[in-house]
T-cell receptor, first 112, second 114 residues
Framework: AQSVTQLGSHVSVSEGALVLLRCNYSSSVPPYLFWYVQYPNQGLQLLLKYTSAATLVKGINGFEAEFKKSETSFHLTKPSAHMSDAAEYFCAGRSGNTPLVFGKGTRLSVIA | ETGVTQTPRHLVMGMTNKKSLKCEQHLGHNAMYWYKQSAKKPLELMFVYSLEERVENNSVPSRFSPECPNSSHLFLHLHTLQPEDSALYLC?????????????FGEGSRLTVL
């Protein structure tokens, strides 16, 4: 069965610094992986997804993630943090026709 | 209206009340979902409907009762809830159940049970 683990429930970065949010998956078959963002009092919005095409996936708002099979990872990065990036980020995954499984989320704070 | 719309956005109810949450998607999708989001917990999948048939029911207490009258509408009927049921309830839809498609979420219904 698919499971997703996000390392770090809270990450704090300075404005302009690199953002790195970690996600590891476990799956017996190639997974489909997603990153979502949730702003306060809103639903989840898709940032990007990996569906076994290119291993480096570019998303909205300057975010990207790289699928590394050898490390079973799908970490989310952004070169330069902006104040507006402060939100909760969720990694999610599924294998085949199974429900999407979400990680516990990582809250990103951006310090001016 | 576009996307996934949830009403009401906020709901306060007593433990003996009966209320319903409504979700409507305008995306032409075939699958719809209810998730529960509580503080300090991962998103919990409650129910999945695909082509109006329930395909997942994750051991949800019977005080939560879903209804999917057509592929565009999904309801969550609530009765005799407990304070621990207070949470953000998120509705989502996807083109099909499973596969590579992403879920599209509504903004949620914040439920408080007194």
């Amino acid at each position: 069965a698919q499971s997703v683990t996000q390392l770090g429930s809270h990450v704090s970065v300075s404005e302009g610094a690199l953002v790195l949010l970690r996600c590891n998956y476990s799956s017996s078959v190639p997974p489909y992986l997603f990153w979502y963002v949730q702003y306060p009092n809103q639903g989840l919005q898709l940032l990007l997804k990996y569906t076994s095409a290119a291993t480096l996936v570019k998303g909205i708002n300057g975010f990207e993630a790289e699928f590394k099979k050898s490390e079973t990872s799908f970490h989310l990065t952004k070169p330069s943090a902006h104040m507006s990036d402060a939100a909760e980020y969720f990694c999610a995954g599924r294998s085949g026709n199974t429900p999407l499984v979400f990680g516990k989320g990582t809250r990103l704070s951006v310090i001016a | 209206e576009t996307g996934v719309t949830q009403t009401p956005r906020h709901l306060v109810m007593g433990m003996t009340n009966k209320k319903s949450l409504k979700c409507e998607q305008h995306l032409g999708h075939n699958a719809m979902y209810w998730y529960k989001q509580s503080a300090k917990k991962p998103l919990e999948l409650m129910f999945v409907y695909s082509l109006e048939e329930r395909v997942e029911n994750n051991s949800v207490p019977s005080r939560f009762s879903p209804e999917c009258p057509n592929s565009s509408h999904l309801f969550l009927h609530l009765h005799t809830l407990q304070p621990e049921d207070s949470a953000l309830y998120l509705c989502a839809s996807s083109q099909e159940f499973g596969g590579t498609g992403e879920l599209f979420f509504g903004e949620g219904s914040r439920l408080t049970v007194l």
